[in-house]
């Protein structure tokens, strides 16, 4: 008897609470935002499904069939894509991001997360930074790697061609630590620039060991892309193993024209180190040329005291014969017979070189067009101030294998960039991720709309432990993109670079509007990422 009457209580009772449960959520102001009608796209890589997304105090809340009346504000993205926002896990913000905390050139191509102290340089003081910027306010979200650059710099006294005293490793582990307990999600490291070009493996070793310990990645811009760039990656994947440390492989390509053709290679040593057990992720730009300083061209020898202690060097005429040969010899290694795959994307002391290459600066400045030539008017450039290079070194066929790759995430490898300014520089700061939804998804059909969208949001939230980001599920932070799959595209070229994309019509960033119909209206809603 008493079995009957507690089954007949919870059959009257479960559905008075369910009818309780929802009515406490069935009043008219629910939901800040309904996204209703949309192809969403969760980031899981699986086929998209139609549903409305209701969003609340920043957070999505519900997935499914939602009432729009339930909301003070409805999209009807009928006939749209609906992802998780972009995120960039390669990019170079600290500079610029400050004066220009919209973004818009990150947001306007579907960006809302971006990891940024890559290559080895980062903010020096990660918290009083990450402070500051919140005070401010921003529009994108942000986390931050340590830079060992940075590390070394602060840790060592005197010349940087030698290994750290004991003391000076002590005080880089403690450098590392701070950062790490301050926020930071890795140790990066840029193996091609001074000081981090004169660091041995061991050292490395230990310093990612902390990163790993507090649950960070080691994300390496390596010693060589181009004719050794197997070694380079070999070294990344014993600093991994040995530190027991996830490694994240920035900007992967093949960097020498004599070597186009061997990503097979470096995929297959990828695929071969995960086999044993080492989480390897890598990165890449959807193009197929690079940009970084005119100093990549120099022999790094010449570097050793800085920059202005290179430009006295290059007083002495014995000197400046020896690197104008290596310059002519390290473009020849890599199979180019003079420098007119370099351009110029900024030269402040002279902005009329901008958008040239040094063949076409060479013949302007000197009206001579031998490699000779060119490499002095290198020199010239780097002795007037330096310059912000694009280098046409890659090729697309070594681009499309990797962008293919399960493992491989996308990245701009950018900055924020200002659309007023004279530089010309790497399209990818303002087309990137437009460029793989319109030329790589639709036209080229290199990877289904699905596959792409997670090499964009899930992959990179899971290898930098973003864990409430990159999926569309209920309870995860509402950070959406909405997009038209047939007209998305990017619009930026080598020539003209600062043009946004087109398609893309909302970003909505911890639940805020950001971008509406493409324009960005001035919502700072960004947030910082820190690291666990």
């Known amino acids: 008897m008493q079995r009957i009457i507690l089954l007949l209580f919870t059959l009257i009772t479960v559905p008075m609470l369910s009818s309780v449960n929802h009515h406490e959520v069935s009043s008219a102001t629910d939901f800040d935002l309904i996204i209703s009608r949309g192809h969403v796209v969760d980031g899981t890589g699986n086929p998209w499904f139609e549903a409305d997304i ?15 009346t339930r909301a003070a504000r409805t999209i009807d993205a009928k006939g749209l894509i609906v992802t998780p926002g972009f995120i960039d896990v390669h990019t170079h913000i600290e500079s610029n991001i400050g004066r220009l905390p919209a973004a818009e050139n ?187 300083g005119i100093g990549i061209l120099f022999p790094s020898w010449l570097f050793e005291g800085g920059s202005e202690k290179a430009k006295e060097k290059l007083q002495d005429a014995a000197t400046r ?94 900055g924020v960039i200002e659309p007023g300014s004279a530089s010309i520089p790497h399209p990818r700061g303002f087309g990137n991720n437009a460029r793989v939804l319109g030329i790589y998804v639709r036209e080229k059909k290199l990877l289904g709309l699905e596959e792409a969208v997670r090499k964009m949001t899930s992959l990179p939230a899971q290898t930098f432990n973003l864990w409430d980001r990159g999926l569309l599920r209920p309870g995860m932070a509402a950070d959406l993109v909405i997009f038209d799959e047939r007209t998305v595209i990017d619009r930026a070229t080598f020539q003209e670079p600062k043009q946004f994309p087109v398609g893309i019509d909302y970003v909505i960033v911890n639940g805020q509007v950001v971008i509406e119909r493409g324009m960005h209206n001035g919502i700072k809603s960004g947030k910082i990422l820190h690291g666990r």
């Not at 840790?155 to 450098?175: A, H, Q, S």
């Not at 590392?176 to 070793?205: F, H, N, Q």
Request: hydrophobic content about 40%.
């Open 54 to 68: 209701a969003i609340k105090d920043g957070r999505i809340v519900e997935i499914g069939k939602v009432e729009t």
């Open 321 to 414: 014969e020896r690197v104008r040969r290596e310059l002519i010899d390290k473009a020849k290694a890599q199979g180019f017979r003079d420098f007119a795959f370099a351009f110029v994307a900024n030269h402040q002391t002279n902005q009329t070189f901008n958008g040239k290459n040094i063949a076409e600066v060479t013949k302007m400045v000197k009206n001579k067009s031998d490699a000779n030539s060119q490499a002095e008017q290198i020199i010239d450039i780097l002795q007037a101030g330096g310059a912000q290079m694009v280098l046409h070194k890659m090729s697309e066929g070594d681009v499309e294998r990797i962008f293919k790759q399960p493992f491989t995430m996308v990245a701009s490898d950018a």
């Open 106 to 292: 990150f947001l306007r191509m579907g960006v809302i997360s971006v990891v940024t102290g890559n290559c080895g340089g980062s903010a020096s003081n990660l918290g009083e930074w990450f402070a500051e910027l919140e005070k401010t306010g921003i529009s994108i979200n942000i986390a931050s790697l340590v830079g060992h650059n940075t590390v070394r710099r602060a840790g060592m006294n005197g010349d940087f061609d030698r290994p750290p005293t004991p003391e000076e490793l002590e005080k880089m582990l403690g450098l590392v630590d701070k950062a790490m307990r301050d926020g930071a999600v890795g140790l990066s490291t840029g193996l091609e620039y001074i000081p981090g070009t004169y660091a041995k493996t061991d050292e490395i070793v230990e310093l990612a060991k902390v990163a790993a310990r507090h649950g960070g990645v080691y994300a390496t811009h390596m010693r060589d892309e181009g004719e050794f760039v197997e070694k380079s990656i070999r070294e990344s994947i014993e600093i991994g193993e040995k530190a027991g440390c996830p490694v994240e492989i920035s900007h992967f390509k093949i960097s020498s024209k004599k070597r186009w053709g061997a990503s097979v290679s470096t995929i297959k040593m990828v695929e071969d180190a995960r086999a044993r057990g080492l989480q390897v992720t890598v990165d890449q730009y959807l193009y197929p040329a690079g940009s970084t």
